[in-house]
T-cell receptor, first 107, second 115 residues
Framework: GIQVEQSPPDLILQEGANSTLRCNFS?????LQWFHQNPWGQLINLFY?????KQNGRLSATTVATERYSLLYISSSQTTDSGVYFC?????????WGAGTKLIIKP | NAGVTQTPKFQVLKTGQSMTLQCAQD?????MSWYRQDPGMGLRLIHY???????DQGEVPNGYNVSRSTTEDFPLRLLSAAPSQTSVYFC??????????????FGPGTRLTVT
């Protein structure tokens, strides 16, 4: 089956810093999504991005499908950005999830 | 819209007991799914459904049953609880069809402990 690897596993930053999270996957997919799980456990969909680039405020994502990786950029980090960021990939609606990147933003 | 709702929020079971986790959505989404999340891991798909009367297995279906009699509801049944089923369970839904972005909407989760 498809393998998903996320890096780094943990990231600690000061407020205002920028960060790049990476997701590598082992096979062709037509579905790739980034999610944020806040410290209370709630899962929020950030991007559906099987290819190309999207931006939403301070967050942006780029997927290079031919090279099987995706990047999530967070600029000017805020403490509310803390949590775990997951990449999930698959075909159609069945998603395989990475182990996540745990991000801690210190004030 | 309430979105995706799950009940209960917390549950403690003894080994061998059975129970049903409830999931409902009011967005008229065809696709619904159940995931489990174990500590330090991503979510793993248990079962999913692409419409009323249609269900299929995901990665980790053993020990769980589902049914989908209506578009709105997708209950997950634990037949005989085991400590290995201690986890947080998430239900999700998504729109299927032209223009779908495959975006999945998640419920708040049910934290289940089996002793």
């Amino acid at each position: 089956g498809i393998q998903v690897e996320q890096s780094p596993p943990d990231l600690i930053l000061q407020e205002g810093a920028n960060s790049t999270l990476r997701c590598n996957f082992s096979d062709s997919v037509n579905n790739l999504q980034w999610f944020h799980q806040n410290p209370w456990g709630q899962l929020i969909n950030l991007f559906y991005i099987p290819s190309g680039t999207k931006q939403n405020g301070r967050l942006s994502a780029t997927t290079v499908a031919t090279e099987r990786y995706s990047l999530l950029y967070i600029s000017s980090s805020q403490t509310t950005d803390s949590g775990v960021y997951f990449c999930a990939v698959g075909t159609n609606y069945q998603l395989i999830w990475g182990a996540g990147t745990k991000l801690i933003i210190k004030p | 819209n309430a979105g995706v709702t799950q009940t209960p929020k917390f549950q403690v079971l003894k080994t061998g007991q059975s129970m049903t986790l409830q999931c409902a959505q009011d967005m008229n989404h065809e696709y619904m799914s159940w995931y489990r999340q174990d500590p330090g891991m991503g979510l793993r798909l248990i079962h999913y459904s692409v419409g009323a009367g249609i269900t299929d297995q995901g990665e980790v279906p053993n020990g769980y049953n589902v049914s989908r009699s209506t578009t709105e509801d997708f209950p997950l049944r634990l037949l005989s609880a085991a400590p290995s089923q201690t986890s947080v369970y998430f239900c999700a839904s998504s729109y299927i069809g032209p223009g779908s972005s495959y975006e999945q909407y998640f419920g708040p989760g049910t934290r289940l402990t089996v002793t």
